[in-house]
């Protein structure tokens, strides 16, 4: 057996690298495949590159594309054709199976550019396949046999057998690649160009031709919104984030409208079931109502937040979905990176080279034709096939038209050739005798028009391809306007979107925490990607991951979950010093650690201790009752102390000597109110999104009991906590600080009476959405004032046979008093409304308000050794700050992965 393998192998590859290298101890040859892996996979692999999955940059198509559109063209007689027909008569030119080419039209059809479809050709929103190629039919699109076709100029190439002629490259005049988009997967090599909006291309197009500079973005067909912030040009490494269109259908009701570009239905649909039994979110049902348009209805439980479950499923389910584009085409035979906008240029520039042979092409035959129509009419108005009666041979024939016509032909503009003069022997003698010699030099007018037509545009070729361009885009352009929304998102932190899942138990005084310790004190509901900050008697500190079983260290004192970069919850702690040292007061936040080492925020004396310990989530200062040991000569053995008479330091800090005596105990006295500034939030509008990092517009400072007006054009007005997760709606026209004692004006046209009418209230119930027009379908608001004293001018129509009214200035505090928001107010006038303008407010003081006392949060301070002083005496001023400790500012996991908070 082992010879005849030998025997067979010789014969097939001769190669000394494939010969055989020996035999092993079973006695069986070893076979080296070295030259076949060198010659054979690398024909493989250059076949798939240049035959299969990787688009030409000259006109876009993959070669069973373009064998498509071929086929198409071949069958075109203004009819559809089945799609199997279609796909047998493709096989001609393509050396695959039928499955692939009806699957390669199917994605061609289904993108609605260069196919005219009829049947079921699938769904892209949906995923459904399209039926049977036996069972739907299709036709070249009008667009396609303008821009796509043009045999004059289209290099061929025998086909795969030899027995038909292919096309090389179809002469696109038109940026195909970017508008269909590409998609392929090679050996070693991919590509993948997303599809561009078609109006936005020709546009981009234009641009070009007129020097100046574009920018192009895609469009998707399944709509959703794109940021497009790290697109690249489409280059590699670019990173387009893209998601789906929900909108808040009401209380408990979200409503995906579109869906994210490579996702469908089904697979969003799943990956929501999939978050939720996770516990990712939380949802009582979904519902798919998509049929043309997509409509997924997602219902909540009571208690759930809309936005923040909107962000959550941004988060954790394919709402959101990245691409990674790849520019990657064809030239000359070899693979070619470019971006999108080099491809536009190249695409363009190659449409304008096409455009000159084209016109090149019309004006050789023009000339042809305007050549022969001149020397038809010499030859019968002169009469000269009089001169070929007495001529018994053809070559006499022919020299006799020719001497006939030499004296005629001065103006002509080429040589009479031996073809000419056989084209005029071929006149019949019915056309002779019915010629008509103005109708003759009315065609050679006109050719001698169209003549200089084409030579003017070849002159002007540029201004022609622009003239071009524009035609296609006001001819085929409508109903092509972008789907996709451009949009710069905001970046969502999962762990503050993610439900709280699970429940954390503490075992105090072995040191356990996790979720696993059912029998033990329950502690908060968390989520499995939360960390969690936990104090203990001794004073130490740690942050660590949520895990079922977690030891921390014996005597628990406190356990929360950890929030990063909140500088607003501080932790009020007093401490003694070792066994025999004095008692310290420290109040401190914690901003930045490291996961999973602990921190002492004593001294770090041995037998330290913690006395007395508060979380406190708005940076509250309690007071207490210190009670001292009777011990020796102390007098005072009771003292109140104030936690706000501490600045708020960092955790490194040691504190201020409360008492060098003995403590008892320490008893709460009063709860306290917060000592921060309030916080100062603002709108960012690219995003529309609040945020606390001076991004956008500053809509004021807020304390735990302020709240925002919100107001949109359907005339529903709300206060809301204002809340970093919040989302607003497109829509919204007023967003600012609330205040409760400010009225709402607003002007408003009542559909059912069909006049303004306006109204003046103050929100009485702050936790309630109210409608400040009536439901009637036809209302709808036309003005809306958040000042104290709005004033407006009204503009009125012209009357028939009267003059003008005067327009009028109106102070809305004396025109209308405050009602109810659900009033329907006073009409405005019963004459006709050209427009109404906002006018400057009237001044308005407004009382001054007391703010809470500004302390800042001092990062990482300590009071130098020998510095410390007695709580009654004064905060010393010589505080420097110690030297973080290596590797605090970051938090870092257990490999030393560092993660950036």
């Given at each position: 057996?082992?010879?005849?393998l ?23 040859t ?7 892996y ?55 030119y ?19 550019i ?11 929103l ?28 289209t ?9 038909r002629?292919?096309p ?18 090679a ?8 599809p ?38 489409g280059?590699r ?20 409208t ?20 996770k ?27 809309p ?90 024939v ?19 050739i ?29 050719l ?23 035609r ?5 352009g ?25 429940k ?36 130490k ?45 420290k ?128 005339g529903?007005?709300k206060t ?30 009542e ?56 327009n ?22 019963k ?71």
């Amino acid at each position: 057996m082992s010879e005849e393998l030998e025997h067979n192998e010789e014969e097939l590859n001769p190669d000394p690298e494939m010969q055989m290298d020996g035999e092993d101890h079973s006695g069986e040859t070893t076979t080296k495949v070295t030259g076949m892996y060198k010659e054979w996979f690398l024909d493989y692999a250059s076949y798939v590159i240049l035959e299969r999955a990787v688009p030409a940059i000259e006109d876009g198509f993959k070669p069973v594309q373009r064998r498509i559109m071929q086929s198409l063209k071949d069958l075109d007689d203004g009819r559809y054709n089945k799609v199997a027909n279609i796909v047998g008569h493709t096989m001609q030119y393509h050396p695959h199976g039928d499955a692939s080419i009806a699957d390669a039209m199917v994605q061609i059809g289904q993108k609605d550019i260069l196919i005219d479809t009829q049947g079921n050709w699938g769904n892209v929103l949906t995923g459904d396949r399209a039926a049977a190629a036996r069972y739907i039919e299709a036709r070249l699109s009008k667009f396609a046999l303008d821009v796509v076709f043009n045999p004059k100029i289209t290099p061929w190439q025998a086909s795969y057998d030899g027995r038909r002629k292919e096309p090389i490259n179809l002469p696109v005049m038109f940026p195909m690649l970017l508008a269909q988009g590409a998609e392929g997967i090679a050996v070693g090599l991919s590509t993948k160009v997303l599809p561009h909006n078609f109006i936005e291309l020709i546009d981009a197009s234009v641009k070009h031709l007129q020097g100046k500079r574009f920018q192009i973005f895609p469009d998707f067909p399944t709509g959703g919104i794109a940021d497009f912030t790290n697109y690249n040009d489409g280059l590699r490494g670019g990173k387009v984030r893209t998601r789906a269109r929900i909108n808040n259908g009401g209380k408990n009701l979200l409503i995906i409208t579109e869906v994210p570009f490579g996702t469908t239905t089904s697979t969003l649909i799943d990956s929501i079931l999939k978050a939720n039994e996770k516990g990712k979110i939380k949802i009582k049902k979904i519902e798919d109502n998509t049929a043309a348009e997509v409509e997924i209805l997602i219902h909540l439980p009571n208690g759930i937040s809309p936005d923040k479950t909107i962000d959550a499923l941004f988060a954790f389910t394919k709402c959101e979905t990245p691409i990674s584009p790849l520019g990657c085409v064809i030239e000359d035979n070899k693979p070619l990176f470019v971006g999108v906008t080099e491809m536009l240029r190249r695409s363009t520039n190659r449409t304008v080279e096409l455009l000159r042979s084209e016109l090149e092409i019309q004006l050789n035959e023009l000339e042809s034709q305007w050549h022969f129509a001149s020397l038809e009419r010499i030859f019968i108005e002169n009469r000269i096939y009089r001169e070929i009666e007495e001529e018994e041979t053809w070559e006499g024939v022919i020299s006799a038209i020719n001497e006939g016509l030499k004296p005629h032909i001065k103006h002509l503009k080429r040589p009479v050739i031996e073809e000419d003069i056989v084209r005029l022997t071929e006149i019949r003698i019915k056309r002779i005798s019915k010629f008509d010699i103005d109708k003759a030099q009315q065609k050679i007018d006109s050719l001698e028009d169209r003549i200089a037509e084409v030579k003017h545009h070849l002159a002007n070729l540029i201004e022609y391809a622009i003239d071009y361009f524009k035609r296609l885009k006001k001819e085929y352009g409508k109903g092509r306007e972008r789907k996709t929304e451009i949009r710069i998102f905001d970046d969502i932190e999962a762990t503050k979107v993610v439900i709280r899942n699970t429940k954390l138990y503490v075992n105090r005084e072995e040191g356990f925490i996790g979720t696993s310790l059912r029998r033990d004190e329950y502690v908060t509901d968390c989520s499995d990607i939360d960390d969690i900050i936990v104090f203990t008697a001794e004073g130490k500190m740690m942050v660590t991951k949520v895990d079922s079983k977690t030891f921390i260290g014996k005597g628990i004192i406190h356990v929360a979950v950890f929030k990063k970069k909140d500088k607003r919850t501080i932790y009020n702690m007093i401490y003694k010093d070792g066994a025999k040292g004095a008692t310290y007061v420290k109040r401190f936040a914690v901003t930045s650690i490291t996961r999973d080492k602990e921190y002492d925020l004593t001294k770090e004396t041995k037998g330290s201790k913690t006395l007395y310990f508060t979380e406190n989530l708005n940076g509250e200062a309690e007071l207490v009752t210190i009670l001292l040991r009777q011990s020796g000569s102390i007098k005072k053995l009771k003292f109140d102390l104030d936690f706000a008479d501490m600045l708020v330091k960092g955790r490194a800090s040691r504190g201020n000597i409360v008492t060098k005596y003995a403590v008892k105990r320490i008893e709460l006295k009063e709860k306290g109110l917060s000592t921060l500034k309030p916080r100062k939030i603002w709108f960012d509008e690219t995003v529309q999104r609040l945020n606390v990092d001076d991004r956008g517009e500053l809509l004021g400072e807020f304390t735990s009991e302020d709240r925002l007006l919100v107001i949109n054009q359907k005339g529903i007005i709300k206060t809301v906590i204002p809340e970093i997760t919040l989302r607003f709606d497109d829509d919204m026209i007023v967003l600012e600080k609330w205040d409760p004692n400010k009225p709402v004006s607003a002007i408003y046209w009542e559909g059912d009476k069909e006049l303004f009418y306006v109204k003046r209230f103050i929100i009485e119930n702050p936790d309630r959405e109210e409608m400040i027009i009536s439901d009637h379908p036809k209302s709808y608001l036309e003005k809306v004032f958040v000042d104290y004293r709005p004033m407006f001018e009204v503009l009125f129509a012209k009357k028939r046979g009267k003059d003008r009214q005067e327009n009028i200035e109106i102070n809305l505090e004396e025109f209308i008093s405050i009602k109810g928001v659900s009033a329907l107010g006073n009409q405005l006038t019963k004459d006709k409304i050209l427009e109404i303008n906002a006018l400057d407010p009237l001044p308005y003081e407004v009382p001054d308000l007391v703010l809470a006392e500004e302390i800042d949060v001092v990062d990482e301070e300590t009071i130098p050794s020998g510095k410390e002083t007695n709580i009654s005496e004064e905060e010393s001023n010589n505080d420097s700050p110690s030297k973080p400790e290596k590797g605090d500012d970051p938090i870092s996991d257990d490999e030393g992965q560092t993660l950036l908070f």
